[in-house]
């Protein structure tokens, strides 16, 4: 069974902490992802990864960064966490298609982030 | 630019009801794929269906049907005979060619109601 894992399902973190959301995925899969998803807002892409190491800005780059030092992780780094990246953050990966499309996309569990 | 809308922010229907989750989507590429998802109450999303721009074909499965159309912009999903289980939120989602994005919208909260 495919899975994409995300380290922590919940987190409580204090202003100003730096985080760390880790994201493992055991399918091979070229393409990996963070959004994140807030009531009214829907998914907004923070941050995707086509290759180990390749790292392009989504809608909502500002206050992530990211790390793909191997395939099969993707890690989101908030350097210094505010009130306002509290939320709900969703991993996901898929295979890449050709002429560059991402096919379906298999997602993590979420990791729900409040920050204080 | 890339966009997708679901003008429908939350719905409710009683059990049995049919019901049409609205998606209308923009981009200039000509070659793109459409998707729908389901997040049920346990939070994780499930892809539910995938259809290329060059398919106009409408697709049913069991209870669930797509209408797929280019002229409109549209790719509507629709729940004949509605389920309890049905309850979730759908987000419908674009992926063009600049460097496999996937775009969302914001998705319906859909509620049946027994």
């Known amino acids: 069974d495919v899975k994409v894992t995300q380290s922590s399902r919940y987190l409580v973190k204090r202003t100003g902490e730096k985080v760390f959301l880790e994201c493992v995925q055991d399918?091979?899969?070229?393409?990996m992802f963070w959004y994140r998803q807030d009531p009214g807002l829907g998914l907004r892409l923070i941050y995707f990864?086509?290759?180990?190491?390749?790292?392009e800005k989504g809608d909502i780059p500002e206050g992530y960064s990211v790390s793909r030092e191997k395939k099969e992780r993707f890690s989101l780094i908030l350097e210094s966490a505010s009130t306002n990246q509290t939320s709900m953050y969703l991993c996901?990966?898929?295979?890449?298609?050709?002429?560059?499309?991402?096919?379906?996309?298999?997602f993590g569990a979420g990791s729900r982030l409040t920050v204080l | 630019a890339q966009k997708v809308t679901q003008a429908q922010t939350e719905i409710s229907v009683v059990e049995k009801e049919d019901v049409t989750l609205d998606c209308v989507y923009e981009t200039r590429d000509t070659t793109y794929y459409l998707f729908w998802y389901k997040q049920p109450p346990s939070g994780e999303l499930v892809f539910l269906i995938r259809?290329?721009?060059?398919?106009?074909q409408n697709e049913i499965s069991g209870r669930y049907s797509w209408n797929f159309q280019k002229s409109t912009s549209s790719f509507n999903f629709t729940i004949t005979a509605s389920q309890v289980v049905d309850s979730a939120v759908y987000f419908c989602?674009?992926?063009?060619?600049?460097?496999?994005?996937?775009?969302f919208g914001p998705g319906t909260s859909l509620s049946v109601i027994p």
């Open positions: 989602a674009l992926s063009v060619t600049s460097y496999d994005k996937v775009i």
């Open positions: 399918m091979d899969h070229e393409n």
């Open positions: 990864s086509y290759d180990v190491k390749m790292k």
């Open positions: 996901a990966s898929s295979q890449r298609l050709s002429g560059g499309r991402a096919n379906v996309l298999t």
């Open positions: 259809r290329n721009s060059f398919d106009e």
